[in-house]
């Protein structure tokens, strides 16, 4: 038996102290977390000679983003009549157009919708604009479009406090999250009853020499939350990273990707600490879109050189399209074509759907299926 002596005693006890103080603290934090490494993709693919083009009923210009309900496709564009354009989600047949630019009291006048705050949540339309919160029911939405029935079923101002958002998506409690500037966390939360707002999901601390008061712009991403709100996918720009929240479970899962060109180790941060030099940093993910089981990362290793005297941001291998699930397995790194920017996934996890800007009379598709 081994002797233990007065002060190593003391030492022991000091340690069991210390390590259940830290315990209580991750315990009170209530976010359980996990890390995975992607070092390789199960399959890699070239997407090219998987693309079904499907000729449209309409023409699209300015196509700013997608996202799909269950039974629609929904395209938000930059256009002066109709802002919202609807497709049959299997058949890609549209089905009409909704909604305009404007500053007036109208419920489906516009004025400035934000393209990252424009989503689905089960069977309803999320839209923000520089006023207002609004919600839309899907159900019977092709004859509510075609009979000009359409209703908004909330409608709620943006308060001030709220002011500038972006990445807005509505939960089942009623509360709205999103994204504000120069904030401690990487979601801001609004009570919409009473107006009360909080901080909520802590950004990653890989590099602890970067103050906090930094974060917000080291760890810039986009965001795409599930269709019933419980996940959210973040797919970082400068990290080949993505986080998984789980809000039902309180949890989230971190994914790294092993990249060509590793980021920079010593990132200048501005003198008043909020912010930093991203000038020679190197950035990975663009975009992000999810299913109900799958997540589908648009990727592209890039970097600033200085070339003739000038400098000029380039790519150093050709954009890919991640596809994980939301445990973090690589299922598939697909070659894409350069001229990939908008595009979705199917809740079910079936089809990616491109839109392509020089095609204005039709969209593409890819049969997962295929692929996996």
Not at 198 to 215: E, G, N, Q, V
Not at 235 to 256: C, E, G, H, I
Not at 295 to 316: H, P, T
Not at 346 to 365: A, M, R
């Amino acid at each position: 038996m081994t002797k233990i002596s007065y002060f190593q005693g003391v030492i022991v006890i000091i340690l069991l102290l210390t390590l259940g103080c830290e315990s209580k603290q991750n315990q009170s934090k209530g976010i359980k977390s996990e890390s995975v490494v992607i070092n390789s993709f199960k399959n890699n693919l070239e997407i090219d000679q998987f693309l079904e083009p499907v000729d449209i009923d309409t023409e699209l210009f300015q196509v700013r983003t997608f996202i799909t309900s269950n039974d629609y496709l929904f395209a938000l564009c930059a256009d002066k009549d109709t802002l919202i354009r609807v497709f049959d989600i299997n058949s890609l047949d549209y089905l009409g157009g909704f909604g305009y630019p404007g500053e007036g009291p109208e419920d489906l006048e516009f004025h400035m919708i934000n393209a990252s705050s424009f989503n689905v949540f089960e069977n309803k339309l999320f839209i923000t604009d520089r006023k207002y919160f609004r919600t839309i029911l899907l159900d019977d939405l092709k004859d509510n479009i075609q009979h000009g029935d359409l209703k908004v079923i909330e409608k709620i101002p943006v308060p001030g406090s709220f002011i500038p958002v972006n990445d807005a998506f509505i939960k089942s409690d009623g509360n709205i999250y999103g994204v504000r500037s120069s904030t401690s966390k990487h979601l801001t939360v609004l009570n919409p009853k009473d107006l009360k707002i909080r901080d909520t999901l802590d950004f990653p601390s890989t590099h602890k020499d970067i103050p906090a008061s930094a974060y917000h712009h080291l760890y810039r991403n986009n965001l795409q939350v599930s269709l019933n709100s419980n996940m959210v996918a973040l797919a970082y720009l400068y990290f080949p990273m993505l986080r998984v929240y789980d809000f039902t479970k309180n949890s989230y899962l971190q994914v790294q990707v092993k990249p060509k060109n590793p980021q920079i180790e010593n990132i200048p941060v501005a003198p008043n600490g909020r912010s930093i030099d991203n000038s020679n940093m190197f950035r990975y993910y663009y975009n992000v879109s999810v299913s109900n089981n799958l997540i589908a990362a648009l990727y592209e290793e890039s970097g600033f050189i200085v070339k003739d005297g000038a400098g000029q941001r380039v790519s150093f291998d050709s954009p890919k399209m991640h596809i994980m699930d939301w445990s973090g397995s690589p299922e598939a790194s697909l070659a894409i074509p350069t001229w990939v920017n908008v595009y979705t996934i199917t809740p079910d996890g079936s089809h990616l759907i491109f839109f392509h800007p020089e095609e204005e009379n039709k969209l593409y598709k890819v049969k997962l299926s295929e692929l996996l």
